[in-house]
């Protein structure tokens, strides 16, 4: 098993940013990938950037390139997204996400969530 906690979260001003963190804990040595997804009201969730947990490889979605920054620090086990310039259609409760391999079998994890509120 594979424990997720975010943090980070919280009401800012369009134009601002806001550091969202997420811990790993458990069995983090079977984590391959971390990601940061987001769901707004009435949406689904979407995937907003991933990175590989060994080499690092990240991937954003169209709509925060350039704006959001997404980095790991194995020896804390955590992932951050850096996120800029933020505006409204950035309210959503973020989601931190693992995928783990372990004896043959491949796992999914999820944190609780931390909305953040963007306000215009």
Do not use: H
Request: charged share 20%.
């Amino acid at each position: 098993q594979v424990q997720l906690v975010e943090s980070g979260g919280g009401l800012v001003q369009a134009g601002g940013s806001l550091r969202l963190s997420c811990v790993a804990s458990g069995r983090t040595f079977s984590i391959y990938r971390m990601g940061w997804f987001r769901q707004a009201p009435g949406k689904e969730r979407e995937v907003v950037a991933t990175i590989n947990w060994s080499g690092g490889r990240t991937s954003y979605v169209d709509s925060v390139k350039g704006r959001f920054t997404i980095s790991r620090d194995n020896a804390k086990n955590t992932i951050y997204l850096q996120m800029n310039s933020l505006n409204s259609e950035d309210t959503a409760v973020y989601y931190c996400g693992a995928d783990a391999y372990l004896r043959g079998n491949e796992y999914a994890y999820w944190g609780q969530g931390t909305q953040v509120t963007v306000s215009s």
